[in-house]
């Protein structure tokens, strides 16, 4: 089965974008001083039943090795440095004790690092996620809306749509826009149905388009992301994180007047909802293909950073 | 039941220990190109045993804020720097994109971080798991035995012996050393048994004994672990991977020339055993102790590095 | 001679610190737009004459070490890590090539670094240097006031008046503050005057204490520092930039509600004076007791960052 | 005066290279454990001299503003990360002290950081200047030729040879190599003559190479410098320290096996030579002209970095 992608939806205006941003939002439903937002779809029952997506015992990671050279895709390259190396075992001073040592840090966001981000990583008007004003997210550190939101972990029910697989293509080129209808083909295709409480994964193919490109792949030749008419789809099935081998948003969007990145902008801010970007996709969506089930156990376990934005991860999907 | 604690085992000498490292030795047992170590003990079947630990559905995180403040514990703070805060939200240059950035970085080891080691983070005379030379590990990176052996993540049965509370105390004070009979006594007054393939956690009540310390633990006043008779438990159990809210090891240890930590140097070097060290579990032994239950699912997924010592992690269990 | 430090001034009262503030305020002297406040001070003509100021050709550093491991001066460690080391001379893909490779990074203030604070690093009530407001400096960096004001260099004459020799003592104790009387005691000793456009170094011996009390120090046990009755002195004579073996202010102060450092508050932000905290004084001393001469040629220049409250510096005399 | 750049010199062989490394060799000149090198050619009577260079007491910073952001110049930015900004002017939690924090960091070599190279940067054949082995050079820092060779800083007499102004071209293009002739001629030219115990800086118009292309430049393109025919005159004349706007070889270099930068290999290892590479000369390029005088106290204090391979700096001319 495959989706035309010449039936493209209408590029909604900045006014359908605010009118979306009103009639999708969470503010308020989980209380005035909630910082989970959508996470609040997925509750302990789902994770119990999700306990039975574990199959085969098979585990996938869903992360990119830390990108430490630089790239188009990652003009800020994270940082390994090693403090002590084989050659310096005995710098600890511990007669005896011969270990090695090394540092790791990363700018958390971008197009490069698979990260999750938080509530707080994004504002509209001035207002984070349930009404939180920019200033809550000072330069020590968020007052609310923090990572810390996911500090016990995201364990669910995962399913991935391949948009990709199913529209027959290996990857979407571009800064294609996958649709509704993509999504709902992906879900008759596979036969799953995303949420309530579920963690979706879109695949748009962009390791693929960057293996067919000779291992280069520049965001500036586009990105391929959701439709915003996605939103409702998003919001009315309960999805409790988001997450893509892209940015969830296509690159560079549709184009409206300040609102470059819909599903980040709507999808974060109004619905509360958490989005993991730049995820590696290819493997789980081997291993979904060769058993022809698409659903798995997710999980996900950022740092505890405190007043933190987001935080690179490592997420695992267990078939 | 309790353990007394005078009932000290006698402390091995260094041929004692240097025995043990030969005879606990796994090199080559997988292979002469083995990374893995005891984590081999851990199979898909396993896994696959380990989904029924999910019963009630609650997730505990097992790892500590990310200490960007030093202390004694933790000497060399851990980074989380805003790049951009809520007043430089326009700061990335795109109309109507307000978002916020951060930076995190930690050193890896050490006794605050909550961290996983890779086997190429001890050597003993020069030699990693598996026999590979100190020189493998290199300034620029592990050429062997690094994280990246965890990259798909640790996903399993984990089990907590609480030894602090089967002993009927809030934690083993100063250097105290976890015996085998402590093991033992944890399993038969826990109702569980450790491994094969399991994730192996001794609670020494850390935690409660910073809290009882006005918050402040210096480890140079001691810290609790396991003592080196507890080593051929761990590799006849066939334990995947070794977690505490210690080290594992006692600090200062016991003593012995050129082995100051034999759970490092013969559990990471000769088994070939991952460690996860500084350990939040505090909350998991009350949710233990609430169930009477002492098993559940374990994951943990480091980040990719590549060519890294270990990495700051957030171990989750799922009750 | 020496002073009798029992003769100390009184205490100010919070009224006369904000008096003093707006009667040595210098914002607007130097134009709306002036980020240089008493750099102006030195002019081209002082630098001329301070050439005459190198007779021997001696350069003395006067900093310190880049203080990489934790201590209660410095507990945020700088960080050197070696990115390629003799082991990994290749790294770089250049056949023939051999090169070593490093990082080096610093938190700028602070208790341990030898720093320069920009004018940007202090407000009083809101405001900066010149009336900008707090908000100028943004979490993506100062829009004013920043380390570029000394982006150019700072090259005039130096002069260490060494209060701690003049007293008679190896080092000023505890929080003891340097009084007016201190500083035209030294001047009459040491034969020379300060200013105008002057560079004035203040000694108060604390690397002569740190070295008494074994190699360690802790701030907590009191730093020495200025009096806030030297502020008219500073403005007066035209002192373009001021440092100190401290931080110019004693630690703790003179205890007056909302004005904890004085010299920091009025002097960074109403005077405009660059301040140079934690320099290495004691082999400039011996250099000058030696000579009978305590001036010299004095040099700094920070890394050009923009938008930096200050920067790691390594001034040098040269006598 | 112009040069024929067409008359270039004939490429050596890696035998004429390996011959003069042999010839130029300062090794043991200085005693066996020497780490100044060619520096011990400036001494104080050199430096007294050069106060005499202070005409007009005009500074002019070397530097460029720490790249921050990704370039092709410098593809791994530096990090200045605000700890707290004026939103957070109160996060030090003494009551009324208002201040702003940072950091700042950055890999020390590369094409994009004016930096010094100390001579552990550099090995050939697995030795250092004076014979040290490439394992003095530890993943922990380097035990000998460390950037601490600078730690008194230089001061000296600086001499600009502007070889492109001299040759009658905004800037050298691609991979020029400037030759002997290009310095005798800028020599000539200016009325200056280089050392002993001098700084000589070598302009090839790099920066208004940048500007020319839209201030984007290249490295891939070519970066102009010394041809290896300039090292017996930079061994000869006594240069102290060489710095240019480029990294003083040509890059790519003259293609001969093994040794791919003559300058950084026969002058950093064998003569024992500290480079300052990208400088930015332009400023003082254009005050130079101005006066028609090529000669001025230089200045450079690089931090004080145990066991470092270099730092970036901000060297400044005194004219």
Same mark, same amino acid.
Request: charged letters at 15%; proline letters at 6%; a negative charge.
């Given at each position: 089965?495959?989706?035309d992608?010449?039936?493209?939806?209408?590029?909604?205006?900045?006014a359908d974008?605010?009118?979306?941003?009103?009639?999708l939002?969470?503010?308020?439903?989980?209380?005035?001083?909630?910082e989970?937002?959508a996470?609040?779809?997925?509750?302990?029952e789902h994770?119990?039943?999700a306990?039975t997506?574990?199959?085969?015992g &098979?585990?996938?990671?869903l992360?990119?090795d830390?990108?430490v050279?630089?790239s +188009?895709?990652?003009? %800020?390259?994270?940082?390994?440095h090693?403090l002590? =190396?084989g050659?310096?075992?005995?710098?600890?001073g511990? #007669?005896?004790y011969? =270990?090695?040592?090394? %540092?790791?840090?990363?700018?958390?966001h971008?197009?490069?690092v698979?990260?999750v981000?938080?509530?707080?990583h994004?504002m509209?008007?001035?207002r984070? %996620?349930? *009404?939180?004003?920019?200033?809550?997210v000072?330069?020590?550190?968020a007052?609310?809306?923090?990572v810390?939101a996911?500090?016990?972990?995201? &364990?669910g029910? *995962?399913v991935?749509l391949?948009?990709?697989?199913?529209? *027959?293509v290996? %990857?979407l080129?571009?800064?294609?826009? =996958?649709?509704?209808?993509?999504?709902?083909?992906?879900?008759?295709?596979?036969? &799953?149905?995303?949420? #309530?409480g579920?963690?979706?994964?879109?695949?748009?193919?962009?390791?693929?388009?960057?293996? +067919?490109?000779g291992?280069?792949?520049?965001?500036?030749?586009g990105?391929?992301?959701?439709?915003p008419e996605c939103?409702p789809?998003?919001?009315?099935?309960?999805?409790a994180v988001l997450?893509?081998?892209?940015?969830?948003?296509?690159?560079?969007?549709v184009?409206?007047a300040?609102?470059?990145? #819909?599903?980040?902008?709507?999808?974060?801010?109004?619905? *509360?909802l958490?989005?993991v970007?730049?995820m590696?996709l290819?493997?789980?969506?081997?291993?979904? =293909?060769?058993?022809?089930r698409?659903?798995?156990?997710f999980?996900?376990?950022?740092?505890?950073?405190?007043g933190?934005?987001?935080?690179?991860?490592?997420?695992?999907?267990v078939?």
């Amino acid at each position: 089965m495959s989706v035309d992608s010449t039936d493209a939806p209408a590029t909604p205006s900045a006014a359908d974008l605010q009118a979306l941003f009103e009639r999708l939002s969470n503010w308020g439903r989980w209380g005035a001083d909630d910082e989970r937002g959508a996470l609040n779809h997925l509750t302990a029952e789902h994770r119990r039943a999700a306990a039975t997506e574990i199959v085969d015992g &098979v585990t996938v990671s869903l992360a990119h090795d830390l990108p430490v050279r630089p790239s +188009a895709e990652n003009p %800020y390259p994270a940082h390994h440095h090693m403090l002590a =190396a084989g050659d310096a075992r005995d710098s600890n001073g511990i #007669p005896g004790y011969e =270990a090695t040592r090394d %540092y790791v840090g990363a700018h958390v966001h971008g197009l490069g690092v698979t990260h999750v981000d938080a509530l707080c990583h994004m504002m509209v008007a001035g207002r984070m %996620y349930n *009404g939180a004003p920019a200033s809550d997210v000072r330069s020590d550190g968020a007052l609310r809306n923090s990572v810390m939101a996911l500090a016990n972990g995201v &364990v669910g029910r *995962g399913v991935l749509l391949d948009v990709a697989a199913v529209r *027959g293509v290996p %990857y979407l080129d571009g800064n294609t826009a =996958a649709t509704l209808a993509d999504l709902e083909a992906a879900e008759a295709a596979e036969g &799953v149905r995303v949420g #309530p409480g579920g963690i979706l994964l879109v695949g748009t193919g962009r390791d693929a388009r960057r293996a +067919a490109h000779g291992g280069v792949l520049d965001p500036a030749a586009g990105m391929a992301g959701l439709h915003p008419e996605c939103l409702p789809f998003l919001h009315e099935r309960g999805v409790a994180v988001l997450g893509s081998d892209g940015i969830s948003d296509p690159m560079p969007g549709v184009g409206v007047a300040g609102w470059p990145f #819909p599903i980040h902008q709507v999808g974060i801010t109004a619905i *509360g909802l958490h989005l993991v970007d730049n995820m590696a996709l290819g493997a789980l969506a081997n291993e979904c =293909a060769t058993r022809s089930r698409w659903s798995f156990l997710f999980t996900l376990a950022p740092l505890r950073v405190e007043g933190g934005t987001g935080c690179p991860v490592n997420p695992v999907a267990v078939l």
